[in-house]
């Protein structure tokens, strides 16, 4: 059985059992599609259900009272979307397909049953949670604090440490279907400055960029000028509860007693 992507990005931190894996694909039963630039939910709109990424990208964004738009974080494969409606009844943010994108979608409940079931799996995945919030307060702290140049950089450095995580992509180099309107919502600039940024950062020869082709050609010497931190790799593990403990049952028994 091939692997599902949630079960590929979380096997990169630890080998799962059969039973989790089992229990992973489980939530992977509803396939829905969407065409570059389609909503999957709106800010505002009841929600109770979230999305694993199968393939492409989207972004989460809240409008603004001016009538632009704060893009929050970008979703990649493995990835568990419109996690920001969780504690409500509602969406508190747009979750909108960059790229043509599969998602499989999950009732809040399934999901739930998951860490009820086995919660060394949802111990791993609030870890990776915790990780990615603090990727994303780097990120703010770099908005409100840095100029356009690093902001840029400190994003597409970004971008690439989550790639490497959720595709396994090797190297620096990468596709970016963004627009540079999607570059500037994402990190408080105009068109126009990240047009500049983006060619401050050519000009130094730490990035090249070939239509939406973008390549780092020193990765460590960009993150050390902008002051970048890796939050993607590896996350902590040892504190994790063990496989067996009270809860973590046989994944098919928990689809027997559900329909009892």
Avoid: C
């Amino acid at each position: 059985m091939l692997e599902s992507p949630l079960e590929a990005r979380l096997s990169r931190h630890l080998t799962l059992t059969f039973s989790e894996r089992d229990a992973l694909r489980w939530l992977e039963r509803r396939e829905r599609s969407f065409r570059a630039g389609d909503v999957v939910v709106h800010e505002g709109e009841e929600s109770d259900s979230l999305y694993i990424v199968a393939s492409g990208w989207l972004h989460g964004s809240v409008k603004l009272k001016d009538g632009g738009r704060q893009i929050l974080r970008f979703y990649f494969v493995g990835d568990i979307t419109a996690t920001f409606s969780i504690a409500w009844g509602y969406s508190a943010a747009t979750l909108r397909a960059v790229s043509d994108t599969t998602l499989y979608e999950m009732p809040k409940a399934a999901f739930g049953r998951l860490f009820r079931d086995h919660p060394r799996l949802g111990a791993l995945l609030f870890a990776v949670a915790a990780s990615e919030q603090v990727a994303m307060a780097d990120r703010l702290t770099s908005v409100g604090r840095t100029d356009g140049f690093t902001r840029i950089a400190t994003l597409l450095l970004d971008i690439r440490s989550r790639l490497r995580v959720v595709d396994g992509l090797a190297g620096s180099t990468f596709e970016l279907p963004l627009t540079q309107q999607d570059l500037g919502d994402a990190v408080g600039l105009t068109k126009t400055h990240v047009s500049r940024s983006l060619k401050a950062l050519e000009e130094t020869g730490l990035v090249e960029r070939n239509a939406r082709v973008i390549r780092i050609n020193d990765v460590d010497r960009l993150a050390e000028l902008v002051d970048f931190h890796d939050r993607h790799g590896e996350v902590a593990t040892d504190w994790l509860p063990p496989v067996g403990a009270r809860g973590d049952m046989d994944h098919s028994e928990t689809r027997v007693r559900e329909h009892m």
